[in-house]
């Protein structure tokens, strides 16, 4: 069993910056493949980073390129996302997710192909 624990989300201004803390335990944290996904009041949850086990592969949904980092810290057996030029439009319960049994280098970008997530942290960024 995995479990994953989000923290750093809160209330900041258009333009601010927030990082995201997800911290595993349970299993051994170099074999999970990492994500971020993002859900809004009345939307579906939706894509934003992933990460490989090694850390070498990231990938980014298209409106969060150049403003949003996904980076792990294996030792500390932590996944951050490093939010930068947050818009409005990034507010959001944000939930980390991981799955195992994955190659070296694969990153998942569908919801459907991780089996644990967690609780979830609220980011509101206010206009």
């Known amino acids: 069993q995995v479990q994953l624990v989000e923290s750093g989300g809160g209330l900041v201004q258009a333009g601010g910056s927030l990082r995201l803390s997800c911290a595993a335990s349970?299993?051994?944290?170099?074999?999970?493949?990492m994500g971020w996904f993002r859900q809004a009041p009345g939307k579906e949850r939706e894509f934003v980073a992933a990460?490989?086990?090694?850390?070498?592969?990231?990938y980014n949904t298209d409106s969060v390129k150049g403003r949003f980092t996904i980076s792990r810290d294996n030792a500390r057996n932590t996944v951050y996302l490093q939010m930068n030029s947050l818009k409005p439009e990034d507010t959001a319960v944000y939930y980390c997710?991981?799955?195992?049994?994955?190659?070296?280098?694969?990153?998942?970008?569908?919801?459907?192909?991780?089996?644990?997530w967690g609780q979830g942290t609220q980011v509101t960024v206010s206009s």
């Open positions: 990460i490989s086990r090694s850390g070498g592969n990231t």
């Open positions: 997710a991981a799955d195992v049994g994955r190659s070296y280098y694969t990153v998942l970008k569908i919801a459907s192909e991780y089996t644990y």
């Open positions: 349970g299993r051994t944290f170099s074999t999970y493949a």
